[in-house]
């Protein structure tokens, strides 16, 4: 094992050895509309013969520069949203300078102009996150999870509608700036201007422990315009499948929209072997698990711009999930040497739901000068019924159990944002309150309550020195003061994120990042009563939970040339009281609750790799290598790979993605897995509102896992088997239909984040 790390070690460390290329010569200039105004979306491209030298955006003055030219014959080119593209080919022999007017396209529609580069091969850098662009072709696609495939760091399932980072991670997902909780499925991709991936919030986000986000930036629409499109895919047999529909009416000044979905599986088999061991005893399972789930979703969104200085937004949504399971099998118990057959069954029916409104409210004072204002408002619940039941030649084991649990919040969110002396400042704060009821109706237990207000406050500084590097500088503090049944809580914590970004030029990178978040334990961890349905198991929370603190530095260099992006890695992770599972036993019955450890740590090297080709498609994926070491734990390690494949050809477009990770582990915890998330995806464009999709998940075999957990004289093995994650076929559609007349205008995509109680 160790052979390998060090292995791993060396080719990243040979990987970051910079590509030096020597030479002459620096092209550079300004550009500005015909106002003599800075167009910040301008992208200036150079290239040499067929060979793409170099892309930029202009900077806050207008400015862009190519370092590191050879003589030779070079073709410039620039583009702006609704504004004309200009290019010029000429010999550079010696440092130049090129001054730019770019002017307004008039009475032209967006889709007509002919933007002469392709933005797909720019990556803009910031301090703490990369701007990729969509290809011409990702702007084709009929659904937003085709088009993002391409972007390098992100990991996108169109089949689960999820979208996360290549180490894993689940990204907070924002639409110009703004939360969002319902998915993609609405966005167009031609509306997609760019997508920001940030592996560094600041300390806006920290307060809830985000540790990447995704900021998907749309285009503007400026005439009249209705849109709306379907899509649905299902199994054949028909077990899961997904139909969403979404519907936009606006014009220069207003928009409303409907977007609603509807996502299902029905008979979902696993298997399932259990081997539990404790003093005195010993019980060996054999069950069967049938499932059925149905996750409805509706939210109304609605804008308007009031005045030039002054933007409204709202949302109100409803999310719906409910699930039926029924478990039978059984098994033998032994106890003082005694061995008693029984057979086991188990009835449970769960409900949540969640609804939100939320307004938002931005006025600009001057072009640099901004103030937002958002307000949240939440109430969910969780409702969960069945029995289990346990019978024996000498007795009967029965626990019905009926839970009811409710949450209502609220929050208020300021941010102020200016610029100054070159520099952005950010500064805000987020006053949020929430209530939780946690009622276990048949148990007998006192119902459960937890309440929580918070005050957090924060300051952000981001700028850059000469164009090469860049900085971000950000701190928060949050005083909360809660209450979890009879035990109070009052503290403060400190939150922080730093970055730096130094561009030797548009090829070479490299990112310095640190990150400093507090993780508040979830409800279900505070609940001091018995929520295990077990009868030789008791689950019960621990009040006295604090959060965890987590610091995270991550280093690494960035190669982007031709379409190939390489960004070797290298991330340390230290965890502080973080909140993990411990047990104990007492009268041959275990009981699990949490605690707040000592340290944690985690070492994480690797690989993100990504080539992107306009005349097929690309590929890419990562491979890593992650140490965990827990207090007086040796470390224990895992690799992991991601692949993912992508292509064209004419109206037929292809997807193959596939992941691999043998072990994962916990504290006391061995996870073994089996099978992975694999699939091909292929795409027939009928035409340009039609498409065809045939899908194949679990080419890699059925999922599964065998898990081991060995606590003190407590030891517990279960394998099991999910018998229709194995491979199978969906077939699906999506139609698309916009409006005549359609041009494009800022809008703002305004949704909660919040997800309730979950047991």
């Given at each position: 094992?160790?052979?390998?790390?060090?292995?791993l070690?060396?080719?990243?460390?040979?990987?970051?050895c910079?590509?030096?290329v020597f030479s002459?010569?620096?092209?550079?200039?300004?550009?500005?509309?015909?106002?003599?105004l800075v167009?910040p979306?301008?992208?200036?491209?150079l290239?040499?013969g067929d060979?793409?030298?170099?892309?930029?955006?202009?900077?806050?003055?207008?400015r862009?520069?190519?370092?590191?030219?050879?003589?030779?014959?070079?073709?410039?080119?620039l583009?702006?949203?609704?504004?004309?593209?200009v290019?010029?080919?000429?010999?550079?022999t010696?440092?130049k300078?090129?001054?730019?007017?770019?002017?307004?396209?008039?009475?032209i529609?967006?889709e007509?102009?002919?933007?002469?580069a392709?933005?797909?091969?720019?990556?803009?850098?910031k301090a703490?996150?990369?701007i990729?662009?969509l290809?011409?072709?990702?702007?084709?696609?009929q659904?937003?999870?085709?088009?993002?495939?391409?972007?390098?760091?992100?990991?996108?399932n169109?089949?689960d509608r999820?979208?996360?980072?290549m180490?894993g991670?689940?990204p907070?997902?924002l639409?110009?700036?703004?939360?969002?909780?319902?998915?993609?499925?609405?966005?167009?991709?031609?509306?997609?201007?760019?997508?920001?991936?940030?592996?560094n919030?600041?300390?806006?986000?920290?307060?809830?422990?985000?540790?990447?986000?995704?900021?998907?930036?749309?285009?503007?629409?400026?005439a009249?315009?209705?849109?709306?499109?379907?899509n649905?895919?299902?199994?054949?047999?028909?077990?899961f499948g997904y139909?969403?529909?979404?519907?936009?009416?606006?014009?220069?000044?207003a928009?409303?929209?409907l977007?609603?979905?509807?996502?299902?599986?029905h008979?979902d088999?696993?298997?399932?072997?259990?081997?539990?061991?404790?003093t005195?005893?010993?019980?060996?399972?054999?069950?069967?698990?049938?499932?059925?789930?149905?996750?409805?979703?509706?939210?109304?969104n609605g804008?308007w711009?009031?005045?030039p200085k002054d933007?409204?937004?709202?949302?109100?949504?409803?999310?719906h999930?409910?699930?039926k399971?029924?478990?039978?099998g059984?098994?033998v118990?032994?106890q003082n040497k005694?061995?008693?057959?029984?057979?086991?069954f188990?009835?449970?029916k769960?409900?949540?739901y969640?609804?939100?409104?939320?307004?938002?409210?931005?006025?600009?004072?001057h072009?640099?000068?901004?103030?937002?204002?958002?307000?949240?408002?939440?109430?969910?619940?969780?409702?969960?019924?069945?029995?289990r039941?346990?019978?024996?030649?000498?007795l009967e084991?029965r626990n019905?159990y009926?839970?009811?649990?409710?949450?209502?919040?609220?929050?208020l969110?300021?941010?102020?944002?200016?610029?100054w002396?070159?520099?952005?400042?950010?500064?805000?704060?987020y006053?949020?309150?929430?209530?939780?009821?946690i009622?276990?109706?048949?148990?007998?237990?006192?119902?459960?309550?937890?309440?929580?207000?918070?005050?957090y406050?924060?300051?952000?500084?981001?700028?850059?020195?000469?164009?090469?590097?860049?900085y971000?500088?950000?701190?928060?503090?949050d005083?909360?003061?809660?209450k979890?049944?009879?035990v109070?809580?009052?503290y403060s914590?400190?939150?922080?994120?730093?970055?730096g970004t130094?561009k030797?030029?548009g090829?070479?990178s490299?990112?310095l990042?640190y990150?400093?978040s507090?993780?508040?334990?979830?409800?279900m961890?505070?609940?001091p009563y018995?929520?295990?349905?077990d009868?030789?198991?008791?689950?019960?929370?621990?009040?006295?939970?604090?959060?965890?603190?987590?610091?995270?530095?991550?280093f690494?260099?960035?190669?982007?040339?031709h379409?190939f992006?390489?960004?070797?890695?290298?991330?340390?992770?230290?965890?502080?009281?973080?909140i993990?599972?411990?047990?104990?036993?007492?009268?041959n019955?275990?009981t699990?609750?949490?605690?707040?450890?000592?340290?944690?740590?985690?070492?994480d090297?690797?690989?993100?790799?990504?080539?992107?080709?306009?005349?097929?498609?690309?590929?890419g994926?990562?491979?890593?290598?992650d140490?965990?070491?827990?207090?007086?734990?040796?470390?224990?390690?895992?690799l992991y790979?991601?692949?993912?494949?992508?292509?064209?050809?004419?109206r037929?477009?292809?997807?193959?993605?596939?992941?691999?990770?043998?072990?994962?582990y916990g504290?006391?915890?061995?996870?073994k897995?089996?099978?992975?998330?694999?699939?091909?995806?292929?795409?027939?464009?009928?035409?340009?509102?039609?498409?065809?999709t045939?899908n194949m998940?679990y080419?890699?075999?059925?999922?599964?896992?065998?898990?081991?957990t060995?606590e003190?004289?407590?030891?517990?093995f279960?394998?099991?088997r999910m018998?229709?994650?194995?491979?199978?076929?969906?077939l699906?559609?999506n139609?698309?239909?916009?409006?005549k007349n359609?041009?494009?205008?800022?809008k703002?995509s305004?949704?909660?984040?919040?997800?309730?109680?979950?047991?």
């Amino acid at each position: 094992m160790k052979a390998r790390f060090d292995k791993l070690i060396i080719l990243i460390a040979v990987c970051c050895c910079p590509l030096v290329v020597f030479s002459q010569y620096t092209l550079s200039g300004t550009v500005k509309n015909d106002k003599s105004l800075v167009m910040p979306e301008t992208v200036v491209t150079l290239q040499q013969g067929d060979s793409l030298v170099g892309m930029t955006l202009v900077d806050s003055k207008g400015r862009y520069k190519f370092t590191d030219l050879h003589k030779g014959k070079y073709t410039l080119s620039l583009s702006c949203p609704e504004y004309q593209p200009v290019e010029e080919t000429f010999d550079l022999t010696g440092d130049k300078r090129i001054v730019y007017v770019i002017y307004p396209v008039k009475n032209i529609q967006l889709e007509e102009v002919s933007i002469v580069a392709d933005k797909s091969l720019l990556i803009s850098h910031k301090a703490n996150s990369d701007i990729f662009y969509l290809s011409a072709e990702a702007r084709k696609k009929q659904n937003p999870y085709e088009a993002l495939r391409e972007i390098p760091k992100l990991v996108v399932n169109e089949s689960d509608r999820s979208i996360k980072m290549m180490d894993g991670a689940t990204p907070l997902i924002l639409i110009n700036g703004h939360k969002v909780n319902s998915g993609i499925n609405s966005i167009d991709p031609k509306e997609v201007e760019a997508v920001e991936v940030i592996n560094n919030p600041s300390a806006r986000y920290l307060k809830d422990g985000v540790q990447c986000v995704v900021n998907i930036k749309m285009k503007q629409k400026t005439a009249a315009y209705q849109t709306y499109n379907m899509n649905t895919r299902h199994m054949i047999p028909v077990l899961f499948g997904y139909t969403g529909g979404y519907y936009e009416l606006g014009n220069s000044k207003a928009s409303l929209s409907l977007n609603a979905s509807h996502f299902y599986f029905h008979h979902d088999d696993s298997e399932w072997n259990t081997i539990q061991q404790n003093t005195g005893y010993e019980k060996t399972a054999v069950s069967k698990k049938r499932s059925n789930i149905s996750n409805p979703y509706v939210a109304l969104n609605g804008d308007w711009i009031c005045s030039p200085k002054d933007y409204l937004a709202m949302s109100a949504i409803y999310y719906h999930y409910s699930s039926k399971s029924e478990e039978e099998g059984g098994g033998v118990l032994t106890q003082n040497k005694e061995r008693e057959a029984y057979k086991s069954f188990v009835d449970n029916k769960s409900t949540s739901y969640v609804g939100s409104f939320n307004l938002y409210h931005k006025h600009t004072f001057h072009k640099s000068k901004t103030l937002e204002t958002t307000l949240h408002l939440n109430m969910n619940g969780n409702d969960m019924k069945g029995i289990r039941k346990e019978e024996y030649p000498s007795l009967e084991y029965r626990n019905q159990y009926d839970f009811d649990n409710f949450r209502w919040s609220g929050g208020l969110e300021l941010d102020y944002s200016f610029d100054w002396l070159g520099q952005n400042f950010d500064f805000g704060s987020y006053t949020r309150f929430l209530k939780d009821r946690i009622k276990q109706i048949s148990a007998g237990y006192p119902t459960f309550y937890h309440r929580e207000w918070s005050e957090y406050a924060y300051v952000s500084m981001n700028g850059n020195i000469k164009s090469r590097f860049f900085y971000m500088l950000s701190l928060g503090t949050d005083l909360i003061f809660k209450k979890a049944g009879e035990v109070k809580h009052d503290y403060s914590k400190l939150t922080a994120a730093v970055s730096g970004t130094y561009k030797f030029n548009g090829i070479h990178s490299v990112r310095l990042n640190y990150n400093l978040s507090n993780l508040s334990p979830e409800v279900m961890y505070l609940n001091p009563y018995n929520t295990s349905t077990d009868s030789l198991e008791v689950t019960r929370g621990n009040p006295f939970l604090m959060p965890a603190r987590n610091h995270i530095f991550r280093f690494c260099y960035m190669y982007n040339q031709h379409g190939f992006y390489v960004e070797p890695f290298v991330k340390y992770r230290l965890s502080v009281d973080r909140i993990v599972p411990i047990g104990y036993t007492e009268d041959n019955i275990y009981t699990q609750t949490y605690k707040n450890t000592d340290t944690f740590r985690q070492l994480d090297a690797g690989i993100n790799m990504n080539y992107n080709n306009q005349k097929w498609g690309g590929v890419g994926g990562n491979i890593g290598y992650d140490t965990h070491f827990y207090t007086h734990q040796h470390g224990k390690g895992s690799l992991y790979v991601n692949l993912n494949t992508y292509g064209h050809y004419k109206r037929l477009s292809w997807n193959l993605y596939g992941n691999y990770r043998p072990f994962s582990y916990g504290v006391n915890n061995k996870r073994k897995h089996y099978g992975s998330e694999s699939e091909l995806t292929i795409t027939w464009r009928v035409n340009k509102h039609l498409g065809i999709t045939g899908n194949m998940r679990y080419l890699l075999g059925t999922l599964g896992y065998d898990s081991t957990t060995h606590e003190g004289t407590y030891y517990n093995f279960s394998s099991g088997r999910m018998k229709d994650r194995s491979f199978c076929f969906s077939l699906g559609f999506n139609y698309y239909m916009q409006g005549k007349n359609f041009k494009y205008r800022n809008k703002k995509s305004l949704q909660s984040t919040e997800q309730g109680i979950k047991l």
